[in-house]
């Protein structure tokens, strides 16, 4: 057995942490620094993950509800919408609350007030919709359950 391994200072660095490591994995695969939409979308859906992780799940609704769906790639549309739907029903799924989606990349989670015939915007996806407005059940249509249980 031999001492060199022992007498090898044993010294501790502080590197980069693992968000710093994930940020530059980040930059890389969408461009750096530039702000190209693939780069912003990569980076939103990567800070409302964060939020997610963190317990704010209403902080990462948020972050999703800014996505600008009319000018990302169809698959990208596709990625962001499984993200916010996860969101959502983690965040609204056993309130009963109701999913409109009027088209591709734009979708709202919205819940009953009153007598059912208006509902209340809870959270939203690529649309001028912002949480908290009023809309008539009777305009809608596609409504379906936000938890998946039929319609």
Known sequence: MTTAASSIPLTTTTGPTLEDLVDRLIDSIF???????????????????????????????????GVDTGTTEPHQVRWVYAEWLDLA??????????????????????AARGDGSTLEVLAVLGMRWRPGKTVSRRSL????PLDGSGS
């Open 31 to 65: 461009g750096g620094g530039t702000e190209a939409p693939q780069q912003s979308l990569a980076r939103t859906v990567h800070d409302a993950r964060r939020s997610r992780q963190a317990g704010d799940l209403d902080g990462a609704l948020a972050l999703l509800a």
């Open 89 to 110: 029903r983690r965040r609204f799924g056993n309130s009963g609350a109701l999913v409109y989606s009027p088209g591709t990349g734009a979708a709202a989670v919205l």
């Open 141 to 144: 249509r596609g409504l379906r």
